[in-house]
């Protein structure tokens, strides 16, 4: 069992009475450790339990935000129907898109398409991921000493057109419209009236959901690297044992 930091645990604990909370989380590197093939990844059973065990607590709000398409995050995720899911970092929300899509940026979008398929091709290792308004190009698998020139020359091949980017670990997603946990993460709040906020998260696109805590509310950062979150941890092991004290500390 995790040991978690004791100024989170703290934390968790205090931010558990409050009257009505809202619990999120990134999925990939969060609740679901990363893994070479997207498609195998799943959550951990631990951190499964205890999102569903909060999702069904009185006032308790759970999600999952991910740049994922919603598809994939609802096969993948296996979320029991009161998580709420959203995709494709904000833009899909399990009640619609956030977003119309316009036949002018569907075409655009395949163009993305073809051109980043096209590139893939010279990369091998290098995979794209399309999505109802984006396209990603991971280099994960590539040969290390390939990748950035990979990601590099993704760029460069659309750097002007009228897209949004967003950067990742090993990946950059290119999207005809703009996409935001971070306004993602405050609509939830909004809609479900929330006096505080918990998410998890490891990825530099999560740094927007961070950006948008305020006072009271507790983010949490998995993983190395600069974050915006107060809090961090080490693993997908230890937001599972986080989840867990939430649902316990709730409960009671």
Same mark, same amino acid.
């Given at each position: %069992?995790? &040991?978690?930091? $004791? *100024?989170?645990?703290? +934390? ?10 809202? &619990?999120?989380?990134?999925? *990939? ?19 499964? *339990?205890?999102?569903?065990?909060? +999702? ?22 296996? +979320?029991?129907? *009161? ?32 051109? %980043?398929?096209? #590139? /893939? ?6 995979? &794209? $991921? ?9 280099? !994960?698998? /590539?040969?290390?000493?390939? +990748? ?23 990946? !950059?997603?290119? /999207? ?11 609509? #939830? =709040? ?20 961070? !950006? ?5 509310? @507790?983010? @949490? ?8 979150? =107060? ?18 500390? !709730?409960?009671?």
């Amino acid at each position: %069992m995790s &040991v978690l930091p $004791e *100024d989170l645990h703290r +934390a968790l604990i205090d931010v558990a009475g409050v009257p009505r909370l809202l &619990v999120a989380s990134d999925f *990939d590197g969060t609740v679901a450790p990363i893994v070479s093939n997207p498609g195998d990844a799943r959550p951990l059973p631990a951190a499964a *339990d205890a999102l569903a065990a909060l +999702a069904a607590l009185e006032s308790t709000v759970t999600a999952l935000i991910s740049g994922r398409a919603l598809r994939d995050l609802r096969t993948l995720s296996g +979320a029991p129907a *009161d998580v709420h899911l959203v995709g494709s970092h904000g833009s899909e929300f399990d009640a619609g898109f956030a977003e119309a899509v316009d036949e002018a940026r569907k075409a655009l979008l395949a163009e993305l398409e073809r051109t %980043m398929t096209a #590139l /893939a091709q010279r990369y091998p290792g290098a995979t &794209v $991921e399309i999505k109802p308004v984006s396209v990603a190009f991971h280099v !994960r698998n /590539a040969a290390p000493a390939l +990748a950035q020139q990979a990601l590099d020359d993704a760029l460069d091949a659309v750097r002007d057109w009228d897209i949004h980017i967003t950067e990742g670990k090993a990946v !950059r997603e290119f /999207a005809v419209i703009d996409t935001d946990k971070g306004a993602a993460l405050a609509q #939830l =709040r909004g809609l479900n009236d929330a006096n505080a906020v918990v998410f998890f998260g490891d990825d530099v696109t999560d740094e927007k959901a961070f !950006r948008s805590l305020t006072d009271g509310d @507790v983010g @949490v950062k998995v993983g190395p690297g600069q974050t915006l979150a =107060r809090y961090r941890v080490d693993s997908p092991d230890d937001v599972a044992a986080a989840l867990a004290v939430l649902a316990h500390a !709730r409960q009671r």
